[in-house]
């Protein structure tokens, strides 16, 4: 299977790696890897075992790749409106574009530029960073729930998600995407949002009672907009408290976010928070708490 | 009138000068500006006029100053636990104990410890920073509603309130004093609070549309709380909106909590936050945004 991995960071970076390790044909978009990649290849340094893959097809244009079967979106968030000039000359008729991205909407972009029925997303639980250039250190999880956009064909989807699982990826289809895009938000919302806005990691706000509890109460105001959105079966508002006690495992962690802003790039505000809070205002649902982290947080991107 | 001034930071050395100033006999109670305003006296740059006091009644310990007519209270809420000690040798029967400290809790302290009958309570508007030892630097207002804590005895208030007027400050006494407290939490909570924590000051949240809305959804939370507590005549939502736009001539003014912040002083949260948040939830309210900031605060307290 012809792979175009679009959105090389660290997540392209190792699911593309272990793809191409399990046998796919894989082609990398990319940028700032692409001469270390080139000249000596790709390094995954994985709690499940460190590999090296010493010839990786990398290409700087997405023309040179030409159509394949399946793309795979990794892409930061905030770098959306580069869909239409990565991804058009990759995609033909039977081309699959599977989103991996953060938050709400990529999917429904995707849909308004390639069509709806080639719209696939994945839900990544994935622990990893991207070291020097071509290498890339997977520190925990990776399990990916993939679900379809539009139409319910269960025979692409699972085929897709039993290649993922001969690369050594927990992966699972799911039948419906919206409740696996909004559980993820019930954690990316408050941890993303406060380590980012305070410059600390997860542990910081878990080991104080009075942070613990606003976790805990953003998590709340989450879920509850979340079952306005006619999922198909709605989130329990105790998934909270659940993961507010699992996180107490993460120890230092650094969500994505506060990584992003301690390496002073611009943040995923409007996946992880613009558009949710704005899907969740249509249906009449305030989510003060997380209004007011957005707020926060777009005021630094403005200095 | 023997008048002692206790927490003689930026607020209580500038009141005690000008009532020193205009004929009153004013006992200073210093810890940090003792060396100095014992040597050279005190001086105040003011927006009405800079002048100097060459003689400073000054002392380091209260029993040496004794019994007074009038005790102006100035400390930061968060040195409150030293009331006992710092006050208790000041009283006589005829003590009156003014404080003039922000938030809520302090009259209530005061009156537990000294009998409700002595305590006044005065909501001071006032800009001021303290700069050298014995240097003050009044930026500007200064007003002061004065109201009883207990008993209504406007012959006392008002004579009190005359004394402040004789001083050049303008000061006026009002039949709810809670009402008071609250309308100016309306400014101080989201103003303290956020500025303290975002390390800005107040244009920067005024200028930027969503912050802007932020701040008066904040305003809003606590009005809505201040009239659960039975006061007088309710606070107008609409004020809220009132004092966004009359606070966008404050430009670069930085509140009280930031300058504290800035000089890494323990800041107020507790008569700013968390006694009406307490308060608050007392009549069932919540105010989700102020609870978010003062957890936040509490939080970087901690480090």
């Not at 079967?69 to 905030?78: A, E, R």
């Amino acid at each position: 299977m012809r792979i175009a991995v679009v959105g090389a960071g660290a997540l392209g970076l190792y699911y593309g790696a272990v793809l191409q390790k399990s046998g796919n044909d894989v082609y990398f978009l990319l940028r700032s890897d692409y001469t270390a990649i080139n000249a000596e290849g790709l390094t995954v340094y994985s709690v499940n075992g460190d590999f090296h893959l010493p010839k990786v097809k990398s290409f700087r244009s997405p023309s040179e790749i030409g159509t394949v079967d399946l793309v795979v979106v990794g892409l930061k968030t905030f770098a959306n409106s580069s869909y239409a000039e990565l991804i058009t000359p990759l995609v033909g008729n039977k081309t699959q574009i599977l989103t991996l991205q953060n938050g709400l909407g990529n999917e429904e972009s995707l849909a308004a530029l390639f069509g709806k029925e080639k719209i696939l997303g994945g839900v990544a639980y994935l622990c990893s960073i991207r070291e020097k250039p071509g290498e890339v250190r997977h520190l925990g999880e990776g399990r990916i729930l993939l679900g379809e956009y539009s139409k319910i064909d269960s025979t692409r989807t699972e085929e897709i998600a039993s290649r993922f699982r001969a690369a050594g990826v927990e992966c699972r289809s799911v039948s419906d995407l919206k409740r696996a895009r909004w559980e993820k938000l019930v954690w990316n919302i408050p941890f993303n949002g406060l380590c980012a806005l305070m410059l600390k990691s997860v542990d910081s706000f878990l080991k104080f009672e009075p942070t613990r509890r606003l976790i805990r109460e953003i998590m709340e105001e989450v879920i509850t907009a979340a079952n306005t959105q006619c999922l198909l079966k709605e989130i329990p508002l105790s998934l909270a408290e659940k993961m507010v006690a699992s996180s107490s495992n993460l120890g230092q962690y650094k969500p994505s976010m506060l990584i992003d802003r301690l390496k002073d790039r611009p943040l995923e505000l409007e996946a992880i928070f613009g558009i949710p809070l704005q899907i969740a205002a249509e249906k009449g649902i305030q989510m003060p708490r997380v209004q007011q982290i957005f707020a926060l947080l777009q005021l630094t991107e403005t200095d």
